[in-house]
Structures are given as structure tokens and as C-alpha cells.
């Protein structure tokens, strides 16, 4: 397909995507977008930033266009694994359905008042995007009804088919109707996941426009492995080689976020990195949900420069302007490797993705990610930078109390706070061991043929505006 227009798509729908910029469908879009009109089952696997959004947004909108929704009953439900994720689609959602005038829309996600959400229920919600927890507590507060249900979609498919999320996805699909169409999309879908999709499609048309996990070819991928000097001091060094590399990339960084695997580790980089003057902020989701909105915000509309994130900011992110991602942690789950990395190099961009990897553990959890992706990720030197402060603090210790083999007790037991004590003291010799690399140069992708997953016509698409994502690049406004 090499044009909207040759999809069955309502003129309103068509109307809208012409004015989003968008001059011809993704693969996902070409493939998936058929099957869905034509109400079959879809599971949909295409990479990260080739706009799978839209292959269930547009047959959703232009399903339902003509018709109306009863009271508490929504005639459409997508569901979501995070609010930030909810959040965005339903904006998105707007942009596609501008010109269907009467098409309702709501949103629940949790960590916001009911009140808001019950009066829109109550009016009657055509598209309903929510997050499976807020969406049951209004059910079982016997607010809605869930067996008008015509079409059912499950983003990030395989994060809410994995252990956490199951027993709410199972009730709710229970509480829709058999005769539902139902359409799953996810950039990854692990073999024993895919296995537990039969439960919930019929004979589903199964588009996978590149193998699963296939990571963006238009992002280049490094990895920084080296041993810290001591165990005591392994986290310390850690950000030190964080924010070495963060420095190295100057002007080509505009935005980048920072992924860790723990809470606790995403306020102590995010307070790290400002005690030494960089622009960072923290997101995860032991926050208040008006804060985690706020920063997100601010993010998008780069008045923030680095994001420092848990995976909660993993999956379907679409923030143009991210030009790099740094894996502070190797993720605990392969999969979110692939997400993680994926919120750069979207929709046909550049971008760049670098992980540190401090141990053995590390290094065997970055082994099984490359086995994922089928990839050998290019190593690179820690950065003379890192060396030389790394080995300032084996001066500054030398220098002062001696080079003394443990810390005190007190200091191995209570976390490492980044105040004044973060900063660089030391000076023996750094102990680190870094793998020689041949690090892979950004690709510039005027100069290739094709861009996975964005079909031929990417190049071209990159070169023009495209309508209001691309308008943010340039205005810092995200629709
Ligand atoms: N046909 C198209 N032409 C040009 N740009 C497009 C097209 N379809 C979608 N886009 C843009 O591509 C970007 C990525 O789309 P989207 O967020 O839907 O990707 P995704 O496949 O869902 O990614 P993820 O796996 O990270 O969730 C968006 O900014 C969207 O506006
Ligand atoms: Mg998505």
C-alpha cells in the first residue's frame, strides 16, 4: 500500500492523516490496517517508532465515526501498561479523530481524581484508553460496563500478558464481550508470551514486519564495560562513567534519558547529575502522578534536558527530540532493552544508546540482550575523562587517610548520597578494565536506502515536516 487514500479509511479519518503530515503508511500500517477494517484479530509486531499507534487508532476511529455510545458504556477500549503511555495515545487519538466531531474519548488512569473521569463515563465514551488498575476500580465501583465493547486494543502487548499484569487483563477481557475484535501490538513478544495471546484472539492475522526484538538500524548502540576499583566504591564510579559519557556527546545530545533499574537509583543519578550541573530530573513511579506529569512535560517541551528514568518511561514514549539514551543499568528484563533504547531513533531519526556494565552480572545480562536482538553491540573505551577521575580519588585517599583496603563499616552499609561527597577526590591509577571497541559511527540516514520498519519512503519523510510532531521539534510544543 502506497498511499492512505487505498485503505477503506472514512474520509474524516483520511482527512486527518493527511493533515498529520503523514504521506505514506509504515509497514505495520500497510499490513495491519486491512485486517483491522475488516474486523479480523490483529497481532501486530513491528519496531519501536514505526507507528503502530496509528494502525489501531485510525480502523478504531473510522469503526466507529458514525455511531454513538450509551451512558457508562464505551464502545471501544485500549489499554495500556503505564499512565505517561495512556496518556500520549489518547493525545494522539485526538489528533487522528479532529475532523470525527461527535467520537468521544476518556481517559483513566490512576494517581487522578475519579470525579472528572465518572462525568465523562456517564456522558458516554466512544474510545476508552486506560491503564488496567484505574480501569477496574471504576468497574467495581459499578461505574461502567464493559459489554459494549465492539473493539479491544492491548498495547505493549507483552508487558500486560507478563506476570504483574495478567489477572487484571484476564478479568477484563472477561467482562467484554466474546464478540469483541481484538488487536495486540507490541515492539517484542517473547515465545511464551505469544503463547498465552490464543486465549485472547480469534484466528488472528499475525503481521511481524521484522523479527521480533529487531532493535532500530538508525540508532547507533555502544557498550562502556569496565571493573570498578573497589566494591565499596563501584557506585561512585558508575557516575562518574555516566556522566563522562553524557559530557562526551556535546552539542549532538539535545535531549537523553537516563535509565535505571531501581527507584532508588533514579534519585540518586538525578541529584548526582545536578549537584554537577547538569539539567536532570527524575521520573518513577513512586512519585506523585502531578509531578511525574509535570516532568514528563517539561521534557517533551525540552525545558529539561535529561530524564532520569525508571522503565516506567520504557515503552511507547514518542518524544522526537531524544537523541540519546544511556542504560545507567543493564535492564533486568531483555525486552525493555529493546524499549528502553527505542524512545530514540524513531519514526526514521538518528539517535544513540550507551550501557554501562560494571560486572561480570553485567556482563552476562548484556550478553542475553544481544542474544535477544541478535546483535554484537560495539564496546567502547571508558572515557579519558572517567579514567583520570576515577583516578583522582584513589589520590585523594592516598593523600589523606592512606590507601586504605576497606571503608569503615558505617560506609559500606549507608547508601552513597550524591552531595558534596559525590564529587571527584582521589588519585591512584584507575583499575578499571575496558574492552578495546571499535565504536560504530551514528548512521546518517539521508544516505541509506531503507530505514526497518519505515519502509522506502523514510528518507524522504525525514527531510520534510510532517505535521505536529515534527512541528514540536522545532516550536518544543508536543501535541
Ligand atoms: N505513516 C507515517 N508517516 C510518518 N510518520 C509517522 C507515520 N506513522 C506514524 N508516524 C510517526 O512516527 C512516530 C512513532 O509512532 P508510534 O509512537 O505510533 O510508534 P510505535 O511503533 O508505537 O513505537 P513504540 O514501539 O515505541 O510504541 C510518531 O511520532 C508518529 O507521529
Ligand atoms: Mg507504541
Redesign the pocket.
Given at each position: 500500500m502506497t498511499s492512505?487514500s487505498g485503505f477503506d479509511l472514512e474520509p474524516r479519518v483520511l482527512s486527518a492523516?493527511a493533515d498529520?503530515?503523514?504521506?505514506?503508511?509504515?509497514p505495520?500500517?500497510a499490513e495491519t490496517i486491512p485486517h483491522a477494517l475488516k474486523g479480523r484479530d490483529v497481532l501486530g509486531i513491528?519496531?519501536?517508532?514505526?507507528?503502530?499507534?496509528?494502525?489501531f487508532a485510525l480502523p478504531i476511529i473510522s469503526a466507529l465515526i458514525n455511531g454513538r455510545a450509551r451512558a457508562r458504556m464505551p464502545r471501544s477500549l485500549i489499554l495500556c501498561p503505564t499512565r505517561e503511555?495512556a496518556a500520549?495515545v489518547a493525545d494522539?487519538l485526538d489528533?487522528y479523530a479532529r475532523y470525527a466531531d461527535h467520537l468521544s474519548r476518556a481517559l483513566l488512569i490512576g494517581g487522578v481524581r475519579f470525579e472528572g473521569q465518572d462525568q465523562l463515563i456517564d456522558k458516554g465514551v466512544d474510545i476508552l484508553i486506560a491503564t488496567p488498575g484505574r480501569l477496574l476500580d471504576h468497574f467495581e465501583r459499578g461505574r461502567l460496563l464493559l459489554t459494549g465493547v465492539q473493539i479491544m486494543v492491548v498495547?505493549?502487548a507483552d508487558r500486560m500478558l507478563d506476570m504483574g499484569f495478567i489477572p487484571d487483563i484476564e478479568k477484563i477481557f472477561r467482562l467484554t464481550p466474546f464478540t469483541r475484535q481484538t488487536l495486540f501490538?507490541?515492539?517484542t513478544m517473547a515465545p511464551e508470551i505469544e503463547r498465552v495471546t490464543d486465549e485472547f484472539l480469534q484466528n488472528p492475522a499475525r503481521i511481524e514486519v521484522a523479527p521480533r526484538a529487531t532493535t532500530s538500524e538508525n540508532t547507533a548502540q555502544s557498550v562502556c564495560t569496565f571493573k570498578a576499583g573497589r566494591k565499596t566504591r563501584a557506585a561512585k564510579e558508575k557516575r562518574i562513567v555516566l556522566r563522562n559519557l553524557i559530557a562526551g556527546q556535546g552539542e549532538g545530545l539535545t535531549n537523553g534519558i537516563v535509565f535505571c533499574n531501581r527507584k532508588s537509583d533514579v534519585d540518586i543519578v538525578a541529584k548526582s547529575l545536578k549537584v554537577h550541573g547538569f539539567d536532570a530530573k527524575p521520573i518513577h513511579g513512586d512519585l506523585d502522578q502531578s509531578h511525574r506529569t509535570r516532568v514528563l512535560d517539561e521534557f517533551r517541551q525540552g525545558q529539561v534536558k535529561l530524564l532520569v528514568a525508571s522503565d516506567v518511561a520504557a515503552?511507547?514514549?514518542?518524544i522526537?527530540n531524544v537523541s540519546h539514551i544511556f542504560n545507567y543499568d543493564v535492564p533486568n528484563n531483555v525486552e525493555n532493552y529493546v524499549?528502553r533504547i527505542?524512545?530514540t531513533g524513531?519514526?526514521?531519526r538518528a539517535g544513540s544508546a550507551f550501557t554501562i556494565c560494571l560486572s561480570p552480572a553485567d556482563d552476562a545480562a548484556f550478553a542475553a540482550v544481544e542474544e535477544l536482538i541478535n546483535l554484537r553491540i560495539s564496546r567502547i573505551e571508558l572515557p579519558d575523562t572517567a579514567k583520570e577521575e576515577i583516578s583522582r580519588l584513589d589520590d585523594s585517599r592516598k593523600g589523606t587517610k592512606g590507601d586504605r583496603k576497606t571503608k569503615p563499616r558505617s560506609a559500606r552499609t549507608k547508601p552513597e548520597t550524591p552531595k558534596s561527597k559525590d564529587r571527584d577526590t582521589g588519585s591512584r591509577p584507575p583499575r578499571s578494565q575496558t574492552r578495546q571497541a571499535s565504536r560504530k559511527p551514528a548512521p546518517d540516514p539521508g544516505e541509506r536506502a531503507t530505514v526497518l520498519?519505515?519502509g522506502q519512503?523514510?528518507p524522504e519523510?525525514m527531510k520534510k515536516p510532517?505535521?505536529?510532531?515534527?512541528a514540536s521539534v522545532q516550536s518544543g510544543q508536543e501535541?
Amino acid at each position: 500500500m502506497t498511499s492512505f487514500s487505498g485503505f477503506d479509511l472514512e474520509p474524516r479519518v483520511l482527512s486527518a492523516v493527511a493533515d498529520a503530515g503523514y504521506k505514506t503508511p509504515t509497514p505495520i500500517q500497510a499490513e495491519t490496517i486491512p485486517h483491522a477494517l475488516k474486523g479480523r484479530d490483529v497481532l501486530g509486531i513491528a519496531q519501536t517508532g514505526t507507528g503502530k499507534t496509528a494502525s489501531f487508532a485510525l480502523p478504531i476511529i473510522s469503526a466507529l465515526i458514525n455511531g454513538r455510545a450509551r451512558a457508562r458504556m464505551p464502545r471501544s477500549l485500549i489499554l495500556c501498561p503505564t499512565r505517561e503511555l495512556a496518556a500520549q495515545v489518547a493525545d494522539t487519538l485526538d489528533i487522528y479523530a479532529r475532523y470525527a466531531d461527535h467520537l468521544s474519548r476518556a481517559l483513566l488512569i490512576g494517581g487522578v481524581r475519579f470525579e472528572g473521569q465518572d462525568q465523562l463515563i456517564d456522558k458516554g465514551v466512544d474510545i476508552l484508553i486506560a491503564t488496567p488498575g484505574r480501569l477496574l476500580d471504576h468497574f467495581e465501583r459499578g461505574r461502567l460496563l464493559l459489554t459494549g465493547v465492539q473493539i479491544m486494543v492491548v498495547d505493549e502487548a507483552d508487558r500486560m500478558l507478563d506476570m504483574g499484569f495478567i489477572p487484571d487483563i484476564e478479568k477484563i477481557f472477561r467482562l467484554t464481550p466474546f464478540t469483541r475484535q481484538t488487536l495486540f501490538f507490541s515492539a517484542t513478544m517473547a515465545p511464551e508470551i505469544e503463547r498465552v495471546t490464543d486465549e485472547f484472539l480469534q484466528n488472528p492475522a499475525r503481521i511481524e514486519v521484522a523479527p521480533r526484538a529487531t532493535t532500530s538500524e538508525n540508532t547507533a548502540q555502544s557498550v562502556c564495560t569496565f571493573k570498578a576499583g573497589r566494591k565499596t566504591r563501584a557506585a561512585k564510579e558508575k557516575r562518574i562513567v555516566l556522566r563522562n559519557l553524557i559530557a562526551g556527546q556535546g552539542e549532538g545530545l539535545t535531549n537523553g534519558i537516563v535509565f535505571c533499574n531501581r527507584k532508588s537509583d533514579v534519585d540518586i543519578v538525578a541529584k548526582s547529575l545536578k549537584v554537577h550541573g547538569f539539567d536532570a530530573k527524575p521520573i518513577h513511579g513512586d512519585l506523585d502522578q502531578s509531578h511525574r506529569t509535570r516532568v514528563l512535560d517539561e521534557f517533551r517541551q525540552g525545558q529539561v534536558k535529561l530524564l532520569v528514568a525508571s522503565d516506567v518511561a520504557a515503552r511507547g514514549l514518542d518524544i522526537p527530540n531524544v537523541s540519546h539514551i544511556f542504560n545507567y543499568d543493564v535492564p533486568n528484563n531483555v525486552e525493555n532493552y529493546v524499549h528502553r533504547i527505542g524512545r530514540t531513533g524513531r519514526a526514521g531519526r538518528a539517535g544513540s544508546a550507551f550501557t554501562i556494565c560494571l560486572s561480570p552480572a553485567d556482563d552476562a545480562a548484556f550478553a542475553a540482550v544481544e542474544e535477544l536482538i541478535n546483535l554484537r553491540i560495539s564496546r567502547i573505551e571508558l572515557p579519558d575523562t572517567a579514567k583520570e577521575e576515577i583516578s583522582r580519588l584513589d589520590d585523594s585517599r592516598k593523600g589523606t587517610k592512606g590507601d586504605r583496603k576497606t571503608k569503615p563499616r558505617s560506609a559500606r552499609t549507608k547508601p552513597e548520597t550524591p552531595k558534596s561527597k559525590d564529587r571527584d577526590t582521589g588519585s591512584r591509577p584507575p583499575r578499571s578494565q575496558t574492552r578495546q571497541a571499535s565504536r560504530k559511527p551514528a548512521p546518517d540516514p539521508g544516505e541509506r536506502a531503507t530505514v526497518l520498519g519505515m519502509g522506502q519512503h523514510m528518507p524522504e519523510f525525514m527531510k520534510k515536516p510532517f505535521g505536529p510532531n515534527r512541528a514540536s521539534v522545532q516550536s518544543g510544543q508536543e501535541p
